[in-house]
Protein backbone atom coordinates (compact mmCIF):
# COMPACT_ATOMS: atom_id res chain seq x y z
CA UNK A 1 0.00 0.00 0.00
CA UNK A 2 1.47 3.54 -0.70
CA UNK A 3 2.01 4.92 1.79
CA UNK A 4 4.72 8.35 0.98
CA UNK A 5 2.21 10.42 0.78
CA UNK A 6 1.92 11.18 4.34
CA UNK A 7 4.23 13.83 5.92
CA UNK A 8 5.23 11.60 8.75
CA UNK A 9 6.22 8.29 6.82
CA UNK A 10 8.31 10.29 4.82
CA UNK A 11 10.34 12.03 7.35
CA UNK A 12 10.82 9.01 9.13
CA UNK A 13 11.83 7.47 5.75
CA UNK A 14 14.79 10.51 5.33
CA UNK A 15 15.56 9.83 9.15
CA UNK A 16 16.24 5.97 8.78
CA UNK A 17 18.93 7.42 5.90
CA UNK A 18 20.09 10.19 6.81
CA UNK A 19 18.77 11.39 3.45
CA UNK A 20 20.32 15.58 2.56
CA UNK A 21 18.75 16.86 0.18
CA UNK A 22 20.52 17.68 -3.16
CA UNK A 23 20.32 21.00 -4.70
CA UNK A 24 22.23 20.39 -7.88
CA UNK A 25 19.45 17.74 -8.52
CA UNK A 26 16.64 20.07 -7.49
CA UNK A 27 14.90 17.71 -4.98
CA UNK A 28 11.48 18.69 -3.65
CA UNK A 29 9.31 15.13 -2.52
CA UNK A 30 5.87 15.54 -2.76
CA UNK A 31 3.86 14.71 0.49
CA UNK A 32 0.28 15.47 -0.45
CA UNK A 33 -2.36 12.22 -1.18
CA UNK A 34 -4.70 14.60 -3.34
CA UNK A 35 -2.24 15.42 -5.38
CA UNK A 36 -0.60 12.07 -5.96
CA UNK A 37 -4.24 10.91 -6.88
CA UNK A 38 -4.47 14.19 -8.97
CA UNK A 39 -1.75 12.59 -10.92
CA UNK A 40 -2.74 9.27 -11.29
CA UNK A 41 -5.98 10.23 -12.45
CA UNK A 42 -4.81 13.01 -15.23
CA UNK A 43 -2.16 10.11 -16.40
CA UNK A 44 -4.94 7.73 -17.15
CA UNK A 45 -2.71 4.63 -15.56
CA UNK A 46 -4.50 1.49 -16.32
CA UNK A 47 -3.39 -1.81 -15.43
CA UNK A 48 -2.19 -2.32 -19.50
CA UNK A 49 0.24 0.51 -19.29
CA UNK A 50 3.83 0.71 -18.92
CA UNK A 51 4.96 3.81 -17.36
CA UNK A 52 8.65 5.62 -17.17
CA UNK A 53 8.87 7.36 -14.42
CA UNK A 54 11.68 10.62 -14.17
CA UNK A 55 13.08 11.40 -10.66
CA UNK A 56 11.19 8.95 -8.20
CA UNK A 57 13.39 10.39 -5.36
CA UNK A 58 12.34 8.36 -2.53
CA UNK A 59 9.48 6.33 -4.43
CA UNK A 60 6.39 8.47 -3.02
CA UNK A 61 4.61 8.71 -6.40
CA UNK A 62 6.28 5.08 -7.69
CA UNK A 63 4.51 3.36 -5.29
CA UNK A 64 0.89 5.01 -6.58
CA UNK A 65 2.09 4.08 -9.84
CA UNK A 66 3.08 0.61 -9.20
CA UNK A 67 -0.37 0.12 -7.93
CA UNK A 68 -2.05 1.36 -11.00
CA UNK A 69 0.13 0.09 -14.22
CA UNK A 70 1.46 -3.40 -15.26
CA UNK A 71 5.04 -2.39 -14.94
CA UNK A 72 7.35 0.51 -14.38
CA UNK A 73 10.74 2.00 -14.75
CA UNK A 74 11.70 4.47 -12.64
CA UNK A 75 14.69 6.54 -13.51
CA UNK A 76 16.78 8.12 -10.68
CA UNK A 77 20.31 10.14 -11.25
CA UNK A 78 21.31 10.24 -7.67
CA UNK A 79 23.09 7.15 -6.32
CA UNK A 80 22.06 7.69 -2.95
CA UNK A 81 18.59 7.37 -3.18
CA UNK A 82 18.97 3.76 -4.49
CA UNK A 83 18.64 1.71 -1.12
CA UNK A 84 15.75 4.00 0.38
CA UNK A 85 14.41 2.88 -3.11
CA UNK A 86 14.92 -0.80 -2.65
CA UNK A 87 13.18 -0.66 0.93
CA UNK A 88 10.27 1.89 0.10
CA UNK A 89 9.43 -0.37 -3.40
CA UNK A 90 10.01 -3.67 -1.66
CA UNK A 91 6.37 -4.67 -1.53
CA UNK A 92 5.99 -4.43 -5.48
CA UNK A 93 7.15 -6.94 -8.19
CA UNK A 94 6.25 -5.19 -11.06
CA UNK A 95 9.15 -1.98 -10.78
CA UNK A 96 12.63 -1.59 -12.02
CA UNK A 97 14.99 1.25 -10.85
CA UNK A 98 17.48 2.52 -12.78
CA UNK A 99 20.26 4.50 -11.70
CA UNK A 100 21.00 6.72 -14.46
CA UNK A 101 20.57 9.87 -16.30
CA UNK A 102 17.59 10.31 -18.04
CA UNK A 103 19.25 12.08 -20.96
CA UNK A 104 21.57 8.90 -21.43
CA UNK A 105 19.17 6.39 -21.70
CA UNK A 106 17.63 5.01 -24.74
CA UNK A 107 14.15 5.12 -23.89
CA UNK A 108 13.09 4.32 -27.79
CA UNK A 109 14.77 0.57 -27.10
CA UNK A 110 12.83 0.58 -23.47
CA UNK A 111 9.56 1.15 -25.38
CA UNK A 112 11.12 -1.96 -27.67
CA UNK A 113 11.71 -4.14 -24.93
CA UNK A 114 9.28 -3.57 -22.46
CA UNK A 115 6.06 -3.03 -24.27
CA UNK A 116 6.54 -4.29 -27.72
CA UNK A 117 7.13 -1.09 -29.42
CA UNK A 118 3.68 0.18 -28.66
CA UNK A 119 3.18 3.66 -26.71
CA UNK A 120 4.27 4.62 -23.24
CA UNK A 121 3.52 7.26 -20.47
CA UNK A 122 5.66 9.11 -19.00
CA UNK A 123 5.30 10.42 -15.23
CA UNK A 124 7.45 12.78 -14.04
CA UNK A 125 8.58 15.70 -11.28
CA UNK A 126 11.12 17.31 -12.75
CA UNK A 127 13.75 20.39 -11.47
CA UNK A 128 13.18 23.41 -13.20
CA UNK A 129 16.71 23.26 -14.86
CA UNK A 130 16.19 20.42 -16.97
CA UNK A 131 12.85 20.44 -17.78
CA UNK A 132 13.07 21.55 -21.16
CA UNK A 133 15.65 18.91 -22.34
CA UNK A 134 13.92 15.90 -20.82
CA UNK A 135 10.15 16.98 -22.52
CA UNK A 136 12.12 18.13 -26.16
CA UNK A 137 14.33 15.04 -25.91
CA UNK A 138 11.72 12.50 -25.57
CA UNK A 139 9.49 14.42 -28.24
CA UNK A 140 11.98 15.27 -30.65
CA UNK A 141 13.69 11.19 -30.69
CA UNK A 142 10.63 10.03 -31.67
CA UNK A 143 9.74 7.43 -28.44
CA UNK A 144 6.26 6.17 -29.34
CA UNK A 145 4.73 8.01 -25.90
CA UNK A 146 0.64 8.10 -25.23
CA UNK A 147 1.25 11.21 -22.80
CA UNK A 148 3.51 12.74 -20.66
CA UNK A 149 2.23 13.82 -16.91
CA UNK A 150 4.49 16.46 -15.43
CA UNK A 151 5.08 18.17 -12.28
CA UNK A 152 6.83 21.47 -13.22
CA UNK A 153 7.45 25.06 -11.95
CA UNK A 154 3.78 27.04 -12.32
CA UNK A 155 5.65 29.37 -15.11
CA UNK A 156 6.79 26.97 -17.25
CA UNK A 157 3.59 24.99 -17.24
CA UNK A 158 2.04 28.25 -18.15
CA UNK A 159 4.15 28.97 -21.18
CA UNK A 160 3.64 25.60 -22.24
CA UNK A 161 0.49 26.25 -23.16
CA UNK A 162 0.66 30.34 -24.23
CA UNK A 163 -0.80 30.95 -27.07
CA UNK A 164 0.24 34.04 -29.83
CA UNK A 165 0.95 37.75 -28.67
CA UNK A 166 1.61 36.53 -24.72
CA UNK A 167 4.87 37.85 -22.75
CA UNK A 168 5.20 34.05 -21.84
CA UNK A 169 4.30 32.65 -25.59
CA UNK A 170 7.84 31.70 -26.95
CA UNK A 171 9.66 28.68 -28.28
CA UNK A 172 9.19 26.27 -25.79
CA UNK A 173 4.65 26.81 -26.15
CA UNK A 174 5.44 25.85 -30.32
CA UNK A 175 7.53 22.98 -29.74
CA UNK A 176 5.17 21.81 -27.11
CA UNK A 177 1.98 22.51 -28.76
CA UNK A 178 3.98 21.01 -32.17
CA UNK A 179 4.11 17.57 -30.51
CA UNK A 180 0.97 17.19 -27.87
CA UNK A 181 -1.78 19.18 -26.78
CA UNK A 182 -0.78 20.40 -23.22
CA UNK A 183 -3.32 20.79 -20.19
CA UNK A 184 -2.61 22.25 -16.80
CA UNK A 185 -4.27 19.40 -14.66
CA UNK A 186 -3.84 21.05 -10.89
CA UNK A 187 -1.72 24.21 -9.60
CA UNK A 188 0.40 22.82 -6.35
CA UNK A 189 1.60 24.87 -4.18
CA UNK A 190 5.14 25.28 -2.27
CA UNK A 191 3.56 23.60 1.08
CA UNK A 192 2.76 20.53 -0.78
CA UNK A 193 6.52 19.39 -0.74
CA UNK A 194 9.58 18.84 1.24
CA UNK A 195 11.49 20.75 1.79
CA UNK A 196 9.03 23.55 0.27
CA UNK A 197 10.62 25.34 -2.89
CA UNK A 198 10.24 29.00 -3.45
CA UNK A 199 7.71 28.68 -6.34
CA UNK A 200 4.28 26.88 -7.21
CA UNK A 201 4.49 23.97 -9.33
CA UNK A 202 1.52 22.60 -11.57
CA UNK A 203 0.91 19.63 -13.10
CA UNK A 204 0.48 19.79 -16.87
CA UNK A 205 -0.68 16.60 -18.81
CA UNK A 206 0.72 16.54 -22.36
CA UNK A 207 -1.36 14.10 -25.18
CA UNK A 208 0.50 13.27 -27.98
CA UNK A 209 -0.94 14.05 -31.20
CA UNK A 210 -1.36 11.37 -33.56
CA UNK A 211 -0.49 13.45 -36.25
CA UNK A 212 1.29 16.63 -36.89
CA UNK A 213 -1.42 19.64 -36.28
CA UNK A 214 0.46 21.52 -38.92
CA UNK A 215 1.73 20.81 -42.77
CA UNK A 216 5.53 21.46 -42.17
CA UNK A 217 8.06 20.12 -45.25
CA UNK A 218 10.64 20.40 -42.70
CA UNK A 219 10.42 20.01 -38.99
CA UNK A 220 14.07 20.68 -38.38
CA UNK A 221 14.28 23.94 -40.54
CA UNK A 222 11.02 24.98 -38.70
CA UNK A 223 12.52 24.59 -35.30
CA UNK A 224 15.51 27.00 -36.48
CA UNK A 225 12.98 29.64 -37.30
CA UNK A 226 11.41 29.57 -34.45
CA UNK A 227 14.38 29.66 -32.37
CA UNK A 228 15.81 32.25 -34.73
CA UNK A 229 13.01 34.51 -34.35
CA UNK A 230 12.90 34.17 -30.48
CA UNK A 231 16.39 34.29 -29.71
CA UNK A 232 16.06 38.57 -29.49
CA UNK A 233 12.43 39.23 -28.53
CA UNK A 234 12.56 42.94 -29.08
CA UNK A 235 13.63 42.54 -33.12
CA UNK A 236 11.61 41.84 -35.82
CA UNK A 237 11.22 38.63 -37.14
CA UNK A 238 13.25 40.12 -40.25
CA UNK A 239 15.83 41.03 -38.35
CA UNK A 240 16.02 37.90 -35.71
CA UNK A 241 15.97 35.38 -39.15
CA UNK A 242 18.43 37.69 -41.09
CA UNK A 243 21.18 37.48 -37.37
CA UNK A 244 20.41 33.64 -37.64
CA UNK A 245 24.00 32.29 -39.39
CA UNK A 246 21.86 28.70 -40.38
CA UNK A 247 20.01 30.33 -43.01
CA UNK A 248 22.28 32.01 -45.20
CA UNK A 249 19.57 34.10 -46.75
CA UNK A 250 19.98 37.58 -47.57
CA UNK A 251 17.58 40.44 -45.86
CA UNK A 252 15.40 40.95 -49.32
CA UNK A 253 14.82 37.38 -49.61
CA UNK A 254 13.88 37.08 -45.63
CA UNK A 255 11.70 39.94 -45.94
CA UNK A 256 10.26 38.20 -49.05
CA UNK A 257 9.23 35.29 -47.41
CA UNK A 258 7.51 36.93 -44.82
CA UNK A 259 5.42 39.21 -47.02
CA UNK A 260 4.58 36.10 -49.26
CA UNK A 261 3.28 34.51 -45.46
CA UNK A 262 0.98 37.97 -45.67
CA UNK A 263 2.08 39.50 -42.21
CA UNK A 264 4.01 42.98 -42.17
CA UNK A 265 7.80 42.76 -42.77
CA UNK A 266 8.01 45.00 -39.26
CA UNK A 267 5.97 41.95 -37.52
CA UNK A 268 7.86 39.67 -34.61
CA UNK A 269 7.78 35.99 -34.14
CA UNK A 270 5.87 36.31 -30.90
CA UNK A 271 2.77 37.33 -33.35
CA UNK A 272 2.87 34.19 -35.19
CA UNK A 273 1.09 31.04 -34.49
CA UNK A 274 2.09 27.58 -34.66
CA UNK A 275 0.57 27.36 -38.04
CA UNK A 276 2.12 30.25 -39.44
CA UNK A 277 5.77 29.16 -38.93
CA UNK A 278 5.00 25.66 -40.95
CA UNK A 279 4.21 28.28 -43.73
CA UNK A 280 6.90 29.90 -43.16
CA UNK A 281 9.24 27.74 -43.04
CA UNK A 282 7.91 26.02 -46.15
CA UNK A 283 7.63 29.68 -48.12
CA UNK A 284 12.02 29.65 -46.74
CA UNK A 285 12.68 25.81 -47.78
CA UNK A 286 12.24 27.05 -51.44
CA UNK A 287 14.78 29.40 -51.13
CA UNK A 288 17.26 27.57 -49.60
Known amino acids: MAT ?3 PKNTIEVLQKYNFN ?14 ILEDIIEAAEITKDDFVLEIGPGIGTMTQYLCESAREVIAVEIDKNLIPILEDTLSAYNNVEVLNEDILKVDIKALAEERNAGKPIKVVANLPYYITTPIIMGLFESHVPI ?9 EVADRMQEGPGSKEYGALSLAVQYYAHPEIVVNV ?6 PQ ?7 IRLTRHEQSPVDVENEKLMF ?14 ANGLNNFPGLNLSKEVIQQCIEELGVPVTVRGEALSLEQFAQLSNIIGKHL
Open 4 to 6: LGN
Open 21 to 34: FQKKFGQNFLINTG
Open 146 to 154: DSITIMVQK
Open 189 to 194: PPSCFM
Open 197 to 203: PKVGSAV
Open 224 to 237: QIIRASFNQRRKTL
